[in-house]
């Protein structure tokens, strides 16, 4: 076996809604070995892995995949199953995975399996491969590019075949490090029960609840509502008990010491026993209780002291320790908390009692579990010393042996849900200390007699006020109702069911993304929303630019929808994003497919126009059940969408009226939405249809950004901006109004039709980078040119289209251009230099373009430059750039030369000193030298013609050097 590719889907996908670990993996010879022809390997993987007795696999009854390995499966199919198994053995149960052949590629599989943490995912990976290839005879063994999964080999026994609960136990503690604590992963769970979506910003517990502006964060169960201050009068105990004293709340007394002296005469002073404990301490560390003498005292203090400089010394309350959790005010749950202890059976040591004890699976390390290890360190054995007895003593049957002062859970201790007993004063007296202090989440620690007495009748009170209060103790007690105390905080968070999520509008297709984008942000912001959109020419949030990049993948999507200011999001969801780890969020209130053409095509899997499609439908897949997936009527792909596509279906079409087909005037017959241009009064408008009635939207001239209706593409567009926001729920008024001021300015849509007259010429500047959309761009062309005027265009391709692409776009500019100039993008993708110019040419000469008006020049100034020096007054010169904003800039700095060089028609890529530029003929004689940056002119004398020979036929001189 090889593993070829490994991808991790982050949001929803092709194969699934569910994100996956992908692992590419070519069977090899293993093709002709499906598991029916490997003799016992069924019986010893379930041996390994009994569980996956209960996977029911295609069956959908426990048993099914068994059955399927005895049929005979393929190992990738195997695989898959085992990585579900180790991590639902492992502590994460996930069920979910696929196996897909590669198309094309015999013995070629995508295996592909839900994670609740990418790197266990990973991991699991890697040692499903591993497992697997243990159990192959030996011929057949020998699993490749396992690093590509993971860096981490799995456990292995002597035979040298994977030990498998070793193996398990690693990914454990894996997921112990990597995973949420308890109270965080019931907050994140309770809040996906909401369908609130949940974003983790650190390593640790600081996670995002919600998007944009609607969101709130919590670390553990401090909220963004939790006041600073409260935290901090929290963490010194002093005040605390001063603040609740004052506030008539039962609270021991106490002094803040600094020396053994000073807590001598303080524990003489409120008389024995005394409770020690660091000042500014959590999780029971550095408390010690009982202290009854002196002796003890010292040794307390120097316990405490170890934790914290200045120690608290006070009254010791008798009775039995309880937390009470208060959320906004309100007691949600009591826990009576038992210190660890083990009970005595006559015959076993202490240590042996606390090894049995820890062999509960309920406890693990820290917090991973709802219980804790008890170690045995040197509080536990000073504890027994006190007692008379060491690790080694052996209590009689039924001997209950304390191991520490402290009840906490981290340490050891126990819990007892007490919920429905407390005494409502008590009650009172918890959410009144946490209204004092100012905490919204609140652990109150009380020390009472008994829970079901008021405090003040039986003695005892409040000890300790708790930021951040843990909640495994509530969720899944030792004893006693589990109690959800994560939906009390969520609810805190988000009243009246709100989900905290801000509109999301997704928008894909081949053409016209960026400027849809555009066109929906330039709706919300005309109604005052801060709007975070992403495009091809970065991140923006308001009226700021954050960041200068392409800006159309998941990546880009996520930032938006973390930014705390963003009140809607509206995303240019391109292919390649999709592809390589899904969308960048779980759902979308509106998803639009403008178009799908020819672009892409022969890349990563993409091998047609129906491949694209299926990418393309992921958006309006995942369109919400009450949103709506906005389709091009006119695209018979994106009509196909509609089968499988989320929420209510929205149309929009250039053929209203009697051109109408059948299908979308069905659509509008039976009350469904549309927008359409017609025909009314010899004007051209756009039509709202919905609930059966059409109503006039606008002109399409009305349109800045159509150029009066020329610009058949942006009236496309327009229409699906005003499809998505009338869909959620703008006022068509409203949305006429925005679109009438939306214009292809520079400012508003940069690289998209934008128009600069200078000095006699104009200039568009659009980055039309594939055929469909240079032939948009052609009809606004023919429709601008006069008879009398030329039309000189700078044209390229990205260097990873195929070359039928790249010759296709050759012959769409021989149709549309009387001066041509070819030049290549700065990244060639893997291409020559050179390569695709030669296979832009060659498409337009193949159409009949003349070789003497058809110009190679690689770089994109430098070609830029010739076209703005080839116009006369009154030509159009189009311009598709790579570097947008650098060749706006080179637009709007441009003068022509005083006294213009006739430029001869003879251009050649030189190289000189193993570099490549351009070196071009003037009709002086002297050589311009082109490079990166604007062209200078070397005046040499005149040089001859390469190889003795006339410029060659092509409209080229061969290589020329002064």
């Known amino acids: 076996m090889q593993v070829r590719a490994v991808g991790v889907y982050r949001g929803p996908h092709l194969y699934s809604a569910t994100p996956m670990v992908r692992i590419e993996l070519d069977l090899g010879a293993l093709e002709d070995w499906p598991t029916d022809r490997l003799p016992g390997f069924a019986d010893r993987l379930m041996g390994d892995l009994p569980g996956l007795h209960e996977h029911g696999c295609c069956f959908g009854e426990p048993g099914g995949f068994l059955r399927r390995l005895r049929d005979g499966t393929w190992l990738g199919h195997v695989a898959e199953h085992v990585a579900l198994e180790l991590q639902s053995r492992a502590g994460t149960p996930v069920t979910r995975g696929k196996t897909r052949s590669v198309r094309g ?102 996670v995002q609840l919600g998007t944009g502006a ?51 005469a303080a524990a003489e002073d409120l008389g024995w026993p005394v409770v020690v404990k660091p000042l500014d301490g959590n999780h029971g560390r550095g408390v010690t209780l009982d202290i009854d003498s002196p002796e003890k005292l010292a040794a307390a203090f120097e316990e ?82 006190l007692a008379g007895m060491t690790p080694d003593s052996v209590p009689p049957a039924g001997e209950v042996v304390p191991l520490r002062d402290t009840a906490n859970l981290s340490t050891g201790g126990t819990a007892i849900d007490r919920t429905l007993e407390i005494h409502p004063e008590n009650a009172w007296l918890a959410a009144r200390a946490a209204q004092v202090v100012g905490l919204d ?47 009390p905080v969520i609810d805190r968070l988000f009243p009246e069911g709100r989900n905290g999520r801000i509109p999301v509008f997704a928008v894909t297709g081949t053409n016209g993304k960026s400027t849809t984008v555009r066109m929906v942000a330039h709706i919300y912001r005309s109604l005052g929303k801060t709007v975070g959109f992403t495009t091809t020419t970065g991140i923006q949030i308001g009226d700021h630019l954050i960041a200068e990049v392409d800006a159309s993948g998941p990546q880009s999507a996520r930032k938006v929808l973390r930014d705390p200011t963003v009140e809607v999001a509206v995303l240019e969801t391109a292919r390649g994003g999709m592809l390589r780890e899904g969308l960048g969020f779980d759902w979308c209130d509106v998803g639009a497919v403008l178009n799908v053409a020819e672009d892409h095509i022969g890349l990563k899997g993409i091998d047609s126009l129906e491949d694209l499609a299926r990418i393309k439908s992921i958006v309006t897949e995942s369109v919400h059940r009450n949103g709506a997936s906005i389709l091009n009527a006119d695209d018979p792909l994106t009509v196909a969408m509609q089968r499988h596509a989320g929420g209510r279906i ?50 399409t001239a009305d349109i800045p950004a159509t150029l009066g209706g020329l610009a058949e593409f942006n009236v496309q567009n327009a229409m699906a ?81 195929r070359d039928e692409d790249m010759r296709l776009m050759g012959r769409v500019a021989a149709g549309l251009f009387d001066e041509i100039v070819f030049r290549e993008d700065p990244a060639r993708r893997g291409r020559r230099p050179g390569e695709i110019v030669a296979l832009l040419a060659e498409g337009a ?29 009154g030509d159009l010169v189009v311009l598709t750039p790579t570097e947008v904003e650098a060749m706006w800039r080179q637009v709007l700095a441009w003068v022509p030369e005083r006294t213009p060089r006739a430029i001869e028609p003879v251009l050649r890529v030189a190289t000189q000193g193993g570099e490549v530029e351009l070196v071009a003929a003037t009709a002086d004689r002297s050589l311009v030298r082109h490079r ?31």
């Open 105 to 206: 590629q015999p013995g070629v599989y995508n295996v592909m399996f839900a994670y609740d943490h990418e790197e266990a995912g990973r991991m699991a990976g890697r040692f499903a491969l591993e497992i697997l290839d243990g159990l192959l005879p030996e011929t057949l063994r020998g699993v490749g590019g396992l690093g590509r999964v993971d860096d981490t080999p799995a456990p292995r026994r002597e035979d040298g075949t994977v030990d498998v609960p070793a193996a398990v136990a690693q990914l454990a503690r894996l997921l112990g490090r990597v995973g949420f604590g308890p109270t965080t992963r019931a907050l994140v769970e309770e809040a996906r029960r909401r369908d609130i979506p949940a974003l983790r910003l650190d390593a640790n517990s600081f």
């Open 214 to 264: 609607a969101q709130r964060r919590i670390r553990a169960s401090i909220t963004g509502e939790s006041s600073s201050l409260a935290v901090e009068v929290a963490s010194d105990k002093q005040l605390t008990k001063t603040l609740l004293d004052g506030a008539g709340v039962p609270v021991p007394q106490g002094s803040v010491v600094r020396t053994a002296a000073d807590a001598l």
């Open 304 to 385: 405490a002291r170890s934790h914290g400089r200045r120690v608290i010394v006070e009254q010791q309350f008798r009775g039995k320790d309880y937390r009470v959790l208060v959320v906004g005010g309100e007691v949600c749950a009591v826990a009576e908390r038992v210190p660890a202890h083990v009970t005595g059976d006559g015959r076993s040591r202490i240590a042996d009692l606390v090894e049995a004890e820890n062999r509960d699976p309920r406890r693990g390390e820290g917090h991973e579990k709802v219980m804790t290890r008890i170690v045995i360190d040197d509080h536990v054995r000073a504890r027994l010393e």
């Open 441 to 487: 989440v609140a652990g109150i620690d009380m020390i009472l007699p008994d829970i079901t007495l008021s405090a003040r009748q039986s003695g005892g009170g409040i000890v300790e006020v708790n930021a951040s209060p843990g909640f495994r103790m509530h969720l899944d007690p030792s004893q006693g109702q589990p109690r959800n105390v994560a939906r």
């Open 650 to 699: 929205v149309f929009f079409s250039l053929k209203g009226g009697d051109e109408m087909p059948d299908f979308l005037r069905a659509h509008v017959a039976d009350g469904g939405m549309a927008i359409l241009r017609e025909t009314q009064g010899g004007e051209d408008i756009l039509v709202l249809h919905r609930h059966g009635e059409g109503r006039r939207l606008m002109r």
């Open 721 to 801: 901006a005003a499809a998505m926001a009338i869909a959620q729920g703008v006022e068509p008024e409203a949305v006429a109004r925005a679109l009438s001021g939306f214009t292809t300015s520079f400012e508003q849509c940069p690289g998209r039709l934008n128009i600069h007259d200078c000095h006699g010429i104009r200039v568009i500047l659009d980055y039309a980078h594939n055929p469909a959309g240079l032939v948009a761009l052609g009809k606004v062309v023919t429709g601008l040119k006069s008879r009398q005027s030329r039309a000189i265009g700078m044209i390229s391709i990205p260097g990873d289209r």
């Open 845 to 873: 000469q193949a159409a009949g373009f003349p070789p003497e008006r058809m110009h190679r020049i690689l770089d994109e100034y430098a070609a830029a430059d010739l076209c703005l020096r080839l116009a006369r007054p």
């Open 932 to 962: 990166d940056g604007p062209p200078s002119a070397w005046n040499r004398p005149p040089f001859p013609e390469a190889d003795g020979g006339s410029p060659a036929g092509d409209g080229l001189l061969r290589t020329v050097r002064p």
